[in-house]
């Protein structure tokens, strides 16, 4: 008769051999031995111990299950100015606009009479004013163009001294991250 | 005489983590949905899926100890085994709109959770435990301390041959020794036949043998 096959070996080990097989098993000292030898490692492995985490764990992996769950949940919407609120918009508008100024007057090594933005010194109508073909700053242009100075300022927007810093300090994490990129994308390209 | 009788046999019959339930008070919309008793897995997954996400968490409540369990079995640490249980759940959630009912929920996300931790240690050499893991189940109270620390040792080799198996052979020998899942619930994970399983287990064992044999 032939010897147990690896399936019938679980089965014996396990104590689920059929009756046929048991018979093989009961006279074949070599299937003995390996069944035997089979079910205490398997014994070993399972009695291998698994600390229990404190009760106080479950809860806290639910906890964070459900927040990873529920920004899940939120609209998937490109990164961008869109995941930007729109109260940080105008005054994150005219930070970057002043960064961007401050770097077009800088020395340039190339192009050095092409600021990308100025802002217009008129005392009357201080408007920013962006190239055209920049997609990004046209954006910012749109929301914060048509305001004239006096508007802006009625409207609680205009920038007093530490309005950027408090800006940038109630911003959030991801906002901060979007800001910073703006910004280092705008060094960039007004460097090169 | 019978010699079959001088086999001992692989314990059974222990409790299982299986039927896992939650003792979490569900919340008023889930139990106003449920009649005469606790909204049975797939009943949480269709509220989920009409948008009540409370359902879903639930679902996490009641699996969550399971698929902790699942992920510590294949990483040994805490911290990995928590990340892995959240992404996990994260999986799932993503997935549940493909989740169509043909097999059980459990053995759904038990599938998820096996790949996810599959993919994650997959390519990882298996930890080295260190002594000072061996002697936390030293008890100084005991007269034979150094059998103790042997029995600890050899349990220590035992996990990292079984970390160091296939990802199909580790999969089956976790799901069913650890978690003392049927031949059949396994083959519903894995996707394979109950005699493939079978044979997996056989060979996972035989390979921990020799692992264990080659080691100094």
């Known amino acids: ?192 | 005489m019978s010699n079959a009788s001088a086999v001992r046999l692989w314990p059974l019959g222990r409790t299982s983590n299986w039927s896992l339930m939650t003792a979490t008070p569900l919340r008023p919309a889930i139990s106003a949905a449920e009649g005469s008793g606790p909204l049975t897995d797939a009943e949480l997954v269709a509220v989920t899926l009409e948008g009540d996400s409370g359902a879903f968490d639930v679902l996490v409540d009641r699996h969550r100890r399971a698929v902790y369990l699942l992920c510590y079995r294949f990483v040994h640490h805490h911290e990995d085994a928590s990340d892995l249980a959240q992404e996990v759940f994260v999986r799932a959630w993503r997935g549940l709109p493909r989740f169509k009912g043909e097999a059980a929920f459990t053995s759904w996300l038990y599938r998820i959770a096996v790949n996810t931790c599959l993919n994650k240690v997959g390519s990882r050499v298996a930890p080295h435990e260190p002594l000072e893991d061996a002697d936390r189940f030293e008890d100084p109270r005991v007269e034979r301390p150094g059998a103790d620390l042997a029995r600890a040792e050899r349990a220590a080799a035992v996990r990292r041959a079984i970390q160091a198996l296939p990802k199909k052979q580790r999969a089956t020998v976790v799901l069913r020794l650890y978690h003392e899942l049927s031949h059949q619930q396994i083959a519903d994970i894995l996707g394979s036949s109950v005699g493939a399983v079978k044979a997996n287990l056989f060979h996972a064992l035989a390979n921990v043998k020799r692992i264990l044999g080659s080691e100094p």
């Not at chain 1, 399936?7 to 051999?17: K, N, Q, R, T, W």
């Not at chain 1, 046929?20 to 014994?43: F, K, P």
């Not at chain 1, 639910?62 to 105008?90: C, D, F, K």
């Not at chain 1, 048509?146 to 300022?153: F, V, Y």
Request: glycine share 6%.
């Open chain 1, 1 to 192: 008769m032939t010897h147990l096959t690896p399936e019938e070996f679980v089965d014996a080990a396990e104590g689920l051999l059929s009756p046929g097989r048991l018979q093989h098993l009961e006279r074949c000292g070599t299937c003995r031995r390996e069944v035997s030898a089979l079910s205490a490692l398997m014994g070993e492995a399972a009695g291998s111990p698994c600390p229990e985490p404190s009760p106080l764990f479950w809860e806290h992996l639910s906890a964070r299950v459900r927040q990873a769950v529920r920004a899940e949940v939120e609209p998937t919407v490109p990164w961008g100015l869109s995941r930007l609120r729109w109260p940080a918009l105008v005054p994150l508008g005219v930070l970057a606009a002043l960064v961007v100024a401050s770097v077009a007057t800088m020395p340039h090594r190339s192009r050095p009479d092409a600021p990308l933005a100025s802002v217009s010194s008129g005392s009357a109508e201080r408007e920013l004013e962006f190239e055209a073909d920049d997609r990004d700053w046209s954006v910012l242009a749109d929301l914060v163009g048509p305001l004239d100075w006096e508007t802006a300022e009625a409207a609680g927007l205009a920038l007093t001294p530490g309005d950027a810093e408090l800006v940038v300090h109630e911003l959030s994490a991801e906002e901060r991250q979007e800001l910073s990129r703006l910004i280092t994308d705008e060094l960039t390209r007004a460097k090169s």
